[in-house]
């Protein structure tokens, strides 16, 4: 056993509460809030903002990628964004450590540090997830549809459990597809339903996982630092293989020519920094 397993706990042993719940919340994401506690309504509410990440910015990052790297099939250049969500993922956790652990920085403030992060790791496991969808060519500009990627991305074989309880086995029912291909034929009611129900058990169990994560990122003596990206990198890779199984294969080439004109660099963060700002802005303007 790693010196951090017994603090962010084995995902083996997870499981024994990745079952669906069927209660009468699970198709009430306004009473699910209303009843679970502080990391659950930053999840729910992070969850609300990430889903409106534009499709354009995710668009110009994957012919960023492309452009970068012309040589690279679609298999390959989905290892290549695999890498760098890990990086970034993996830094921010550890910067969130090291915010923590400095001189003067309150538990309060360190907390509130690390809550920031935790909302950060979430817009890049979303947008991680819309790029890799974008690669394979599934239409992401639904945002019920956007809602379930990600939610299958963060819950793994228990969210595609409850698709498939909505549909019937994908593998052996529906010729082998994808979760992805399976949610584009949803209707909008069914879509939602499943959403509710993915949302409530991601509550309990990423929400379980963020919080043996802020324990280890709040330690003093820099070891927040080191437990920060450890954990993040622990999720970053999670987050990767529930793709790889949710989204389906690649195409073995790319149908279209490499990009042309596109940046010079991309600051990913900052680029979805400026699309939920927007989406928070516009929540605002609604409730008006």
Do not use: C
């Amino acid at each position: 056993m790693g010196l951090f397993d017994g603090l962010f706990g084995d995902d083996s042993n997870d499981k024994r509460n990745d079952r669906p719940i069927t209660d009468a919340v699970g198709s009430d994401p306004k009473a699910l809030e209303g009843r679970t506690g502080a990391t659950g309504r930053m999840l729910i509410s992070g969850l609300d903002k990430a889903v409106r990440i534009q499709a354009g910015t995710i668009s110009r990052y994957v012919d960023w990628m492309r452009a970068k790297n012309p040589e690279l099939s679609p298999r390959e250049l989905q290892k290549a964004i695999d890498q760098h969500f890990s990086v970034m993922a993996t830094g921010s956790g550890g910067a969130a450590g090291i915010a923590a652990a400095v001189p003067g920085v309150g538990l309060i403030t360190g907390a509130a540090a690390i809550g920031v992060e935790s909302l950060v790791f979430l817009d890049l496991a979303a947008f991680y997830t819309m790029a890799s969808a974008k690669l394979r060519g599934v239409d992401i500009h639904d945002p019920e549809r956007r809602r379930a990627l990600i939610l299958v991305a963060l819950t793994g074989s228990s969210g595609t459990a409850i698709v498939d309880a909505a549909v019937g086995d994908i593998s052996a029912g529906a010729g082998g597809r994808s979760v992805a291909t399976t949610l584009s034929s949803f209707s909008g009611s069914k879509l939602t339903n499943v959403n509710n129900r993915m949302l409530n058990l991601a509550v309990k169990t990423v929400g379980k996982k963020f919080r043996r994560a802020w324990f280890g990122k709040i330690l003093p003596l820099g070891l927040g630092a080191v437990a920060g990206s450890f954990a993040n990198h622990r999720l970053a890779d999670k987050v990767v293989s529930n793709v790889s199984e949710s989204l389906g294969g690649l195409p073995a080439e790319f149908a279209t020519p490499v990009p042309k004109d596109v940046p010079e660099d991309i600051d990913v963060p900052a680029e979805i920094a400026r699309d939920v700002a927007e989406a928070n802005v516009e929540q605002k303007d609604g409730d008006n």
